[in-house]
């Protein structure tokens, strides 16, 4: 059976945790004196009566989660999480459409950054802190959170773990899971405060800084403005950005041994990184080629810009220097292969994971060289580490179910009326947690508020799924799941 009140008990603690996040939003609103101070209060106020009701329902649950349990438990979390996120924005009228509230909440807490917010200037210092906390809060995991701060509430937090972490490769740092996510945690607080203090130093203001510093960690793209960090048009804070963001898509697990074990010769020796860094290269190069032929930038603009999208693409963290739009059309292929491939493993960035392509790749290699030596035996080794048939049968799996995800949203914008380009790179986009897009209808500098209501509820399924590698909701989804209690 399904361990009901445990799932309630640990849901209503994750509440608390966001409502505790939310009164530090309604502190900056109380000291600003804005309009949002009510609205954050009142969420405040809900969040906590259902984190007392659900911890009330928990009461007297056993501390043991099946596997079963753990994919419902993260599913409803991530839900949950969504669904009183977004009380702030329609309390407050800042977005008055529940499913423009609901997607502007799941884009934040999957990292995706595609938003429905056509004006983000102006709006309460309280309400742009929670959009930007909202993705810091998604980066790493809303329930692998819980791990790191209360390790002993948790009893299957392995089973929770390998229900939310990203990619096909799950390290553990420490020999107790709850040790490795302290360490992740600390990697990912140490990412976030030297981001803010080098974005303070080239010339943000403070509350800039921090919330830019959030959202690149955690490379998720929300913005304090509407032209994202082209506002500040300083090339430091490009720079600044692109160093972070690149990081933030590292597994952080390879960041740790690297900064705190230096063990930075094993990071250049790994083939995901590797690959990840070679795909950045190549593609800065092309579009960097296209923008001087086409586009006629200077030598030193066409390397920042170039650089800067693909970094932001790559690592699917969204913000923009520059319209991509306006480029030629190779450069929106190169973006897209970006956007497809995402970050490494164990990051925050969302798409396939290098990972997945490195090894695809050998599997590839491998069926080429068995069609001249039918009998020969050829492991597929990554990092000296053979991955067995059955990771890759799984590896093929989730390939299959991401095109058909994306497939399935693409065919039901093309029959709602969107254009085809913009139908395709949007289901990309929220599949891979990306957030911007490449057309002229939407594109990567606009808002999503035109698409039609039912198109966004659909896309913030996709989002979700995208954000917990699809199986994890898509199994909740089948009779056998259910048939198994």
């Known amino acids: 059976m399904i361990n009901s009140k445990l799932i309630f008990k640990i849901l209503g603690t994750l509440l608390y945790i966001e409502a505790a996040f939310m009164s530090a939003c309604l502190i900056l609103s109380l000291w600003c004196h804005e309009s949002d101070k009510l609205p954050l209060a009142i969420t405040v106020g809900i969040t906590v009566v259902a984190a007392i009701a659900l911890r009330l329902l928990g009461r007297g649950a056993t501390n043991a989660l099946s596997r079963r349990d753990a994919y419902l438990l993260v599913t409803i979390v991530w839900i949950a999480f969504a669904a009183f996120g977004s ?14 509230a609901f997607f502007e909440t799941m884009s934040g807490l999957t990292t995706t950054g595609a938003t429905t917010i056509d004006q983000v200037e102006g709006m309460p210092h309280g309400i742009l802190l929670w959009r930007s906390l909202t993705q810091w809060i998604g980066g790493l995991g809303i329930v692998f959170f819980t791990i790191a701060i209360l390790p002993s509430f948790v009893g299957g937090s392995v089973k929770i773990f390998a229900a939310e972490a990203t990619g096909p490769i799950q390290s553990k740092l420490q020999p107790r899971l709850t040790m490795s996510a302290k360490a992740l945690w600390g990697v990912y607080l140490t990412l976030t405060a030297v981001c803010a203090l080098c974005f303070f130093i080239f010339g943000m203001g403070p509350f800039d800084a921090v919330n830019y510093a959030m959202t690149v960690t955690a490379t998720g793209g929300f913005a304090t403005h509407d032209a994202s960090t082209g506002y500040f048009n300083n090339p430091a804070i490009d720079y600044t950005a692109i160093v972070f963001m690149f990081l933030s898509g590292v597994s952080f697990a390879m960041l740790y041994g690297a900064l705190f074990k230096g063990r930075i010769k094993h990071l250049f020796k790994n083939a995901e990184f590797r690959f990840y860094t070679l795909l950045a290269i ?7 080629i296209f923008l001087l032929r086409f586009n006629h930038y200077t030598v030193g603009d066409a390397i920042r810009v170039s650089l800067f999208q693909v970094v932001s693409f790559l690592t699917t963290t969204g913000m923009f220097n520059e319209d991509a739009a306006q480029w030629h059309h190779i450069t929106w292929v190169v973006l897209s292969l970006c956007m497809f491939f995402g970050g490494c493993a164990g990051s925050t960035s969302g798409g396939f994971k290098c990972a997945r392509a490195v090894i695809a790749i050998k599997i590839l290699r491998n069926e080429i060289a068995h069609r001249l030596h039918p009998k020969a035996i050829l492991p597929v080794k990554v990092n000296d580490s053979t991955v067995h048939t059955s990771a890759q049968i799984t590896l093929m799996a989730f390939l299959l179910a991401y ?3 994306c497939f399935v949203a693409y065919f039901i914008m093309i029959l709602v009326g969107v254009d085809s380009t913009n139908s395709f790179t949007i289901a990309l986009s929220c599949a ?8 002229l209808e939407i594109g990567p500098t606009m808002s999503w508020s035109i698409l039609p209501a039912g198109v966004k509820w659909i896309l913030s399924a996709l989002m979700l799924m995208g954000r917990l590698e699809i199986f994890t909701v898509l199994v909740i989804f089948t009779p056998s799941y259910w048939k198994s209690y």
């Open 87 to 100: 009380l702030p924005f329609l309390l407050g009228g800042y977005i008055t459409d529940v499913s423009d």
């Open 282 to 288: 190549v593609s800065t190069v092309i579009i960097v």
């Open 432 to 439: 891979s947690n990306v957030g911007p897009t490449l057309g």
């Open 403 to 405: 095109f058909l995800l």
